[in-house]
């Protein structure tokens, strides 16, 4: 077996030592700011497969799942704590992981300061907890949409529920798509600008889907959400199906709600910044639920709950 | 399948607000004070079986032994994330799990801020992401034992080994050595208490068994820690053997190094304050590693690797 000190004295090197104690101490915040922090869970054959994940994809995704919740509050990531439980027969696989993890906190700036090693019987367990930090004005929340706001997703819709399709079913598929599940890239500096925008009423990041995750800050902000669904299309690639673009998850964009008036300039500001466009897909009014128009009419769509990888397999 | 937005939902209500979000708001700490964290793995038939584990006593143990790694820095837990994945077969045994974990978290003033629910395949996997506070000055670490100083022992040895035994082998064991495995007792208050003595040196907390976290403390702190046998054997029950004290894990208590001028004097106030006393198995001098010695003389003792508990069923 693995040791267990074998793998702490390696992970302690690329841990500017935050590693060797029972806990890792935080850093004090810049003044004015606050830490946030989320935790994800991914287990092997529920949310990945290591038959096509290689140990980088999954470092790439455990990694960013967890960063596009901190990216989703308007904070910047700072720290990562990993546990992972090993079987005996993926050893390998998992050292090659911890590597691919430190690599890439290195590249963005994140540092690994603590976590946990055991062993697992049979399957594969990683756990990422996150930290970041953003000044207390710019952190964003689910439940301050307001009536009027026009709802707008940042990143591709549906993407990563294709890419998801075509290597469980080995359909011939786009890497384009490929790639959007297997290394979703979390929209950190977008999420830190966009905390930094007023205008922003409420921002929360699409993990399970777009139309859950919708209802999911409807019912925080006490409001209804209208999808205009002629809108949603004009945003789609031909392969992207209305309904994969409604419940395909793990695409890791960003939703948000913004003040209707003040729309038009901060999608100016936001296309100039990071080279792509907003995209408007509906609007908030007063109830609750989501709702969806077409030709400007009330349109009946049946939506299928979208749960977990896991069971879709 | 058990709705990830029900127990979101129930969580909610015990979260005091801090669920709900992408990630949850840490609030400022004290003037003066820091954060710690730390982060433990618990896998079904790696870490603890549900024949023998009710839910609520591995809620017990899966919060207790993140709190102890806060205990051991000197620190106040006050918060934990709880990432659990659910097989569909132990979904009330999760609930059960679930339920037992806020109601000792509000006995003992830690509130649940964050994590995540997942569908799992056949394990019951937890992972507890725990933070605490403690005044910089009291913040203890592994690395600053001296030469001179006294090692001392907090809580029992080889009990919950002995516990283990008796589970995994059907044997008749006294309850006190099954409750010490099944629930052991951070030790929060002591630890607390420890943290604020400028005359300890280091502490840790036991977990994988006495012998390997104090060479662990020894090579922290580039130091030799020497055992001595008669003081050992002093402190231990007729049904504890040395190995077992030696090599046993999951106790929980803390492993401390204090001044050897003041041990007399701390020893006299802790035992005021916690009615137990302290337990001194020995000593550090220059070098590295463990050694011990027995009658005054150098002994020759063989201590068995411990790794985790999955690999010794």
Not at 236 to 257: F, K, M, R, W
Request: some cysteine; overall charge negative; glycine content about 8%.
């Amino acid at each position: 077996m693995i040791s267990e000190d074998k793998i702490i004295q390696d992970l302690k090197t690329a841990s500017r030592g935050f590693i060797g104690d029972d806990a890792a101490i935080l850093p004090h915040v810049n003044p004015g700011n606050r830490y946030v922090i989320s935790k994800d869970v991914f287990i092997e054959d529920v949310h990945f497969r290591t038959s096509y994940f290689t140990s980088a994809d999954l470092a790439h995704k455990a990694l960013h799942v967890n960063l596009s919740d901190i990216a989703a509050m308007g904070a910047e990531p700072l720290y990562i704590l990993c546990g992972i439980s090993i079987p005996s027969n993926e050893q390998d696989y998992a050292i090659r992981f911890l590597d691919s993890l430190t690599a890439i906190c290195q590249n963005i700036g994140v540092t690994l300061i603590g976590g946990d090693t055991t062993a697992s019987l049979d399957r594969l367990f990683v756990s990422i907890t996150a930290l970041g930090q953003a000044p207390e004005a710019n952190i964003k929340y689910r439940n301050a949409s307001k009536v009027g706001d026009l709802i707008c997703v940042i990143g591709n819709l549906g993407f990563a529920h294709l890419g998801f399709l075509g290597l469980e079913q080995s359909l011939t598929t786009s890497t384009k798509y490929i790639n959007s599940f297997l290394r979703p890239q979390a929209k950190i500096k977008e999420g830190i600008w966009l905390g930094n925008q007023p205008v922003v009423s409420s921002m929360m990041d699409i993990s399970d889907g777009l139309y859950i995750d919708l209802k999911r800050l409807a019912s925080s902000s006490k409001k209804h959400a209208v999808i205009d669904m002629d809108w949603l299309q004009s945003h789609l690639t031909p392969e992207v199906s209305l309904h994969i673009a409604l419940e395909g998850g793990e695409d890791y964009g960003l939703l948000v709600t913004v003040h209707q008036d003040s729309l038009e300039e901060l999608s100016y500001r936001f296309t100039e910044s990071f080279g792509y466009n907003l995209k408007i897909i509906g609007h908030i009014t007063n109830g609750e639920g989501v709702s969806f128009t077409e030709d400007n009419k009330p349109a009946e769509i049946i939506v299928n709950h979208f749960a977990h990888f896991g069971e879709r397999l």
